[in-house]
């Protein structure tokens, strides 16, 4: 594969003007355009992330975070999302062509945002600071995916072979990039905002600069196990309380008027994993179930919402899972005797039109659930939990009144928990389920919970996945770098904030 990301000189930009609602249409060449505005930039910018986000990075870890396996009788499907075959997924086999999107769909946007930079620096800072936050979000989501990675040398013209920098370092990096874009909106002032263009959120400041600490706030969580990075942790910690303006307090939804007229025009999960415009199911609905572990972990604290977010098995009913990675014969793991998703509308599929999830307000909580419960942060631990559950439930569309119920339960109550961060990782697991699969995986990844996760019958030995193996597109054309970080073993090899 030739086509090396860092150095791309063709950038993906959305078609996009401020008489027209859409922004959905990608331009793979805008070079044949005269004129890439900013607002062009950053439309288009933030849609690839969008659709990287919602697919992509959720797909992968959603799979290995315990949430996911494939029906038996259904073979062959490669994932609309990554590239990769579902049997391949299932089974860890962790080879240099698996995934390759999230290398290379990660620095494609990245060089877009430093292209917006370049264009708004000094001129047009709230752009400016756009651009950094969700450059650090990416930055830090590889480093998740691979540990070393190009940082200070990536996007550089004319760099072919750009030097990996270590992922700790990467880390800081990526958080002190994503403070300076919070420095940058702050600053903006009276200079130009973005309105139709900010698919996220229209220009609010505010909300740009509490998606921002968040993403700090998960970075941060994510090296909780590191002692070395104790004082780090207390020294940014201090920062973003010093900043004042908290957390998200919504859902972070991108929604640049997706419609259902074409397929790359709809929500991207919508299109992937339930039907496309012509309303013909996907390959990977009909081939995507929940794991028998996922349904047991509903059960036992009598969740309603897994049947919000599934069906029963058109086969005899019920609510049925898979293992994932199963070979042998076994129809009671087919598609039509197991449980495929529900939708649209309650659950997880939602509408064609509804925004890309982004960031969960479920997540944030849950963050700052852990975060009051290492003493890191002010607040009540068990409130921050409690409106953690409250989000998941009011996301997947259960009533107020099966939220009282479900919360009061011994098993759920955060009173009752004799082990607090379990207690809050165990219901954050439930609720990130198809919502952001990445960050259950690093959850098991950072503190092996929930316990009890099933290795896949597929794997070939007893570990879990740790980390992505280099690209091969990056290992012909960067091929000294790659030497240099080792012979990489994804069920060996760890990124660095695993203890």
């Known amino acids: 594969m030739k086509k090396n990301i860092i150095y791309a000189i063709c950038i993906a930009v959305a078609v ?25 930039l950053l439309a288009g910018s933030l849609l690839n992330s969008a659709r990287l986000e919602t697919n992509a990075v959720n ?13 038996y009788d259904i073979s062959g499907t490669t994932s609309g999302a990554i590239g990769t075959t579902i049997d391949l997924i299932a089974n860890y086999s962790i080879i240099d062509n698996f995934a390759t999107v999230i290398w290379e769909k990660s620095y494609t946007t990245i060089y877009n945002y430093t292209l917006l930079q370049q264009q708004t620096e000094g001129n047009a800072p709230f752009y400016t600071g756009i651009a950094k936050i969700i450059k650090g979000m990416h930055y830090l989501q590889l480093v998740d995916h691979y540990n070393n990675v190009p940082f200070s040398e990536a996007s550089v013209p004319g760099n072919t072979q750009p030097a990996y920098d270590p992922g700790e370092q990467v880390y800081t990096g ?5 403070t300076s874009g919070i420095q940058d909106i702050k600053n903006a002032g009276t200079l130009a905002s973005p309105t139709a263009s900010d698919i996220f959120f229209k220009g609010s400041a505010s909300s740009w600069i509490k998606l921002g600490n968040t993403l700090k706030l998960r970075a941060l969580i994510h090296q909780s196990q590191l ?15 010093e900043e004042g303006s908290g957390f998200i307090t919504a859902d972070v939804l991108a929604n640049p008027g997706f419609t259902s007229q074409a397929d790359n025009q709809q929500n991207p999960f919508y299109t992937t994993y339930f039907k496309n415009s012509q309303g013909i199911v996907s390959g990977m609905f009909n081939a995507i179930r929940p794991t028998r572990f996922l349904l047991a972990a509903y059960d036992a604290v009598n969740d309603p919402r897994k049947a919000l ?4 098995a058109t086969n005899g009913g019920g609510y049925h899972g898979v293992i994932l990675g199963q070979s042998s014969s076994d129809a009671s793991q087919n598609a039509t005797a197991t449980s495929a998703f529900r939708g649209p509308g309650a659950g997880v599929i939602k509408t064609a039109t509804s925004g890309a999830m982004i960031f969960s307000l ?19 631990a068990a409130s921050y939990y409690e409106r953690g559950v409250k989000a998941s439930f009011n996301y997947t569309g259960a009533s107020d009144s099966a939220f009282q119920s479900f919360i009061a339960q011994p098993s759920v109550s955060f009173a009752s928990a004799a082990d607090k961060i379990e207690r809050i990782i165990g219901q954050k697991w439930l609720a990130l389920n198809s919502v952001n699969g990445a960050e259950a995986w690093n959850d098991f990844r950072r503190l ?33 770098e790659v030497a240099k970080q080792g012979n990489i073993d994804g069920l060996v090899n760890k990124v660095f904030w695993q203890p």
């Open 174 to 178: 990526a958080v002190d990039m994503i």
């Open 227 to 241: 002692s070395s990075r104790s004082a780090y942790i207390s020294g940014e910690i201090a920062k973003i309380i």
């Open 448 to 480: 092996g919970l929930p316990k009890g996760m099933p290795l896949s019958a597929g794997a070939s030995g007893q570990n879990f996945p740790k980390r992505l193996r280099y690209p091969s597109s990056e290992v012909s054309t960067n091929s000294s």
């Open 362 to 380: 479920t997540e944030s909580e849950f963050l700052q659930a852990e975060a009051a419960q290492r003493g890191w942060i002010g607040g009540s």
């Open 59 to 71: 797909e992968l870890g959603n799979f290995w975070g315990g949430y996911w396996g494939k029906a």
């Open 16 to 40: 996009y003007s401020t008489g027209c609602k859409k922004v959905l249409d990608i331009n793979s060449n805008p070079n044949a355009s005269t004129n890439v505005t900013k607002d062009m």
């Open 309 to 312: 977010i599934y069906a029963e």
